[in-house]
């Protein structure tokens, strides 16, 4: 079992100076990734060394789906000076761009130890700000790395390097080689004009062939099994690969989100989360080992009930009721656990956004939806439209893996290379929460089989191309997951919506997001929608900009605009005839000029889309799903 080190080189740093913002915290900047800060380059530490000084956040049925008790979100207001995160030194090896020396921080500190001052000691014992004391000169870190497909990471072997590929033959390492990082004295472009010098013994090699996949199998160097983010390393037989530093393959988080929906939106429920008694109950359940914690729970769960009532002057019952649900968690073997990527647990977010839970819930604090006249819009195959004014959305970092991505819909040890980002005894996730609106969409099911059945051949021998496509990637290999028609539908149509949107509603599409809601006959239910959000707001949510594109005298013009742009691509005939592009070849006719979107935007990071599906080919124009639409201008 992996395990964490001890707190050395853990910093806190003031959050006036090193900060970033907590969305950041929890995606590209999360647990395990470096961020780059004008005087330094530093890791994300575990949450476990981020200590309590976060903000709580809470959504009940995210919280059951991954077995913690809160999702900790960076930033809380009650300490001024501290952000709350934790980092580590990393990449360890820095040079001064003056005198070109290169070693690991921890020589560079024990020259400032040397030349320091006695008040400079005093004030920075560890040379918070790396600079070099010879040339009062701030340090450059590395910008290369290694890392291996298992989530570790070290820092490149710049010492082996040096001898081992030395231009003279000589591959002994000496006893005390002090490396420096020039130049060439040629205009020579490339890794070829990068040299890596020890002045001990005039060892040099050029870092030519340094980000070949096999450049570490050859040097004979294995992966450290290193984890800098937690202080620990483990035995690993993968030959690592050099990367850059800012590459943004190094880190993939898997980041879980969740729309709090009714009952578990009712203002009752955010006054107990935000209530001293729960947070008294929660830090006490922290503390219970695995096997009594239940058993305690039901024990103390009167006087807790009680005490938040109190707290609260509300009705007891009702408090009991809402911590019995909350807190008394089902085994992680027990088949009431719903998986957060599942189609179980979108298929209640579908029935609260349809309008399928009673009314009377449905005018909550962190939920508001308006129901619509359908008849008054005109959209083929639309259904329904649901105006959602008040929404919040909880995203958990979980994990990560670095230099292949992981499936959007694998969690945890099922994804290869996975790494989580806590032990298996810490209680909560890094997390945080938007507030926001939306337009949630809902397709007829039956007008999409009728299309199914009408196109058969030629939609299966694209998604064909597509399954083929993913089975032979990376991803492919670990799931037995099968790209459908009919996902692939909703999908490119929210994307192309999402497009025109951007132009309509004043948020750019960096700014909204798709959530699919995608059912197969098979599943036993019909879910066949989709939902465009505000991926950012604060505290209060937006401005209604998205939502009032949402009526009807506004989105089947949007709506319509949305298909006829995705009628006709820059890139045609190229892409419309492409039987691969993006990544791993993933996407049919869809690429950067008609269908893509920034990655955060996408569930499936810009995968599995196809234009043909939409509109047709210029070989086929039946086989568009709004064939019809399009004639009629």
């Given amino acids: 079992m992996e395990k964490l080190g001890k707190q050395k080189n853990i910093e806190r740093l003031n959050k006036v100076t090193h900060t970033v913002r907590s969305s950041q915290a929890i995606l590209q900047y999360g647990v395990g990734a470096m961020v780059d800060f004008p005087d330094q380059t530093l890791m994300t530490a575990a949450p476990e060394y981020w200590g309590t ?142 040299n890596v010098k020890c002045k001990s013994c005039n ?40 990367m850059q530093r800012g590459a943004s393959s190094l880190y993939y988080p898997k980041v879980v989100s969740s729309l709090v929906i009714p009952p578990y939106s009712e203002k009752i429920n955010e006054q107990i989360s935000s209530s001293k008694g729960f947070e008294k109950a929660l830090n006490y359940i922290g503390e219970c080992d695995e096997p009594e914690r239940q058993e305690n729970i039901k024990k103390r769960l009167d006087r807790w009930s009680e005490e938040i009532s109190i707290e609260l002057s509300a009705d007891e019952s009702v408090i009991k009721n809402i911590l019995m649900r909350r807190l008394l968690e089902p085994a992680a073997n027990d088949s009431t656990l719903v998986n957060a990527s599942g189609l179980q647990y979108r298929l209640e977010e579908f029935e609260a956004l349809s309008g399928k839970i009673s009314v009377i819930n449905l005018n909550e604090n962190d939920f508001v939806r308006e129901e619509t006249d359908i008849d008054l819009y005109g959209i083929p195959f639309v259904k329904d439209v649901s105006l959602i004014h008040k929404i919040r959305e909880v995203r958990a970092l979980t994990g990560f893996t670095r230099i292949t991505p992981s499936d959007a819909n694998e969690i945890g040890e099922k994804i290869p290379g996975f790494i989580s980002v806590k032990e298996p005894k810490t209680r909560w996730y890094p997390g945080y929460e938007v507030r926001g609106e939306g ?168 995968v599995f889309l196809d234009r043909a599906l939409v509109v047709g080919t210029f070989e086929e124009k039946e086989m568009g799903f709004y064939k019809e639409w399009l004639r009629v201008r």
Avoid at 74 to 96: H, L, N, Q, V
């Fill in 203 to 242: 060892a040099r090699a050029t870092l030519k062939g340094a980000f070949d996949k096999d450049a570490m199998e050859k040097l004979g160097l294995r992966c450290s099994g290193r984890m800098p983010w937690k202080n620990h390393s483990v035995d690993c037989n993968e030959f690592p690969r050099a």
């Fill in 439 to 606: 337009i949630f969409i809902e397709f007829n099911s039956g007008d999409i089989s009728q299309w199914l059945e009408e196109n058969d051949e030629s939609i299966h021998k694209r998604i064909k191309i597509i399954n083929d496509h993913y089975q032979a990637s990376y991803q492919g290999e670990f799931t037995s997951r099968v790209i459908t028609p009919k996902f692939v539908l909703l999908h490119t149509i929210a994307h192309l919506l999402i497009r025109q949107l951007s132009f309509e509603c004043g948020y750019t599409a960096a700014s909204l997001r798709e959530r699919l809601y995608c059912s197969e006959p098979e599943d036993g239910f019909e879910m066949s929608a989709i939902f465009i959000y505000t991926a950012s707001g604060d505290s209060e949510g937006t401005l209604g900009g998205l939502v009032r594109q949402g009526y009807w005298d506004c989105l089947p013009r949007t709506f319509k605009k949305a298909i006829e742009f995705g009628e006709l691509c820059s890139n045609d005939p190229v892409c419309i005839s492409s039987k691969g592009q993006g990544r791993d070849a993933l996407n049919l006719a869809s690429c950067h000029s008609c269908g893509l979107l920034p990655e955060t935007s996408c569930e499936e990071f810009n």
């Fill in 53 to 194: 000084r976060v903000s709580r956040i809470h959504d009940e049925r995210l919280e059951k789906a991954l077995q913690v008790d809160y999702f900790g979100m960076p930033g809380s207001s009650k300490y001024k000076d501290d952000w709350g995160i934790a980092y580590t030194r990393f990449p360890e090896w820095y040079f001064c761009p003056k005198c070109r020396v290169f070693q690991p921080m921890k020589s560079w500190i024990k020259e400032y130890t040397k030349k320091a001052t006695t008040r400079q000691k005093e004030n920075d014992p560890n040379m918070r700000r790396p600079r070099c004391m010879e040339c009062r000169q701030g340090l450059v870190p590395s910008r290369m790395v290694v890392a291996c497909t298992k989530g570790h990471i070290d820092d490149f072997p710049w010492v082996k390097w040096a001898h081992e590929k030395n231009v003279t033959g000589n591959k002994e390492i000496c006893t005390n080689p002090r490396i420096t990082f020039e130049t060439g004295t040629t205009a020579t472009a490339g890794l070829e004009g990068l």
